[in-house]
């Protein structure tokens, strides 16, 4: 557990359970989503919040409510681990100072663009297959 945490959630279900009002709205949306984009993904909890993976991590949803690091996160955060392999060309999101990381932040369910976010996720399952090629070559 991160030692800024004092959650410690069992299970993804546990994890929604804890989320209310507008973050759980936005969560619901962005894990239907995901769970629609991307055949055979494998939803768990790593560092407190959903994954999602395939042959590796390919995204997570991250709210304020559930802290990261000494870091006070605002909105919603839907992170593509392999974010700097995404075509991006529109700088739709945001990396701040990482450079492998990059995530978008959603404050309000209205500003969920649903067929720009899967364009996305079908880039960043693309990328996951092709490490995992690149893997067992």
Request: aromatic letters at 14%.
């Amino acid at each position: 557990m991160n030692k800024f945490q004092n959650l410690h959630f069992r299970s993804v279900g546990e994890f929604l359970d804890y989320l209310s009002g507008e973050e759980r709205i936005i969560v619901d949306y962005l894990r239907e989503i995901i769970l629609d984009s991307i055949p055979e993904v494998i939803e768990k909890l790593a560092y407190n919040v959903p994954y999602y993976y395939k042959y590796s991590r390919i995204c997570f949803l991250w709210p304020p409510s559930v802290p990261w690091g000494n870091t006070q996160i605002k909105g919603i955060q839907l992170g593509f681990c392999n974010g700097n392999l995404l075509n991006d060309e529109i700088g739709y999101l945001e990396k701040g100072s990482r450079k492998q990381v990059y995530w978008k932040t959603f404050s309000n369910i209205r500003e969920i663009d649903a067929d720009l976010l899967k364009t996305y996720l079908y880039d960043a399952t693309r990328i996951d297959a092709g490490i995992k090629r690149l893997k067992k070559a």
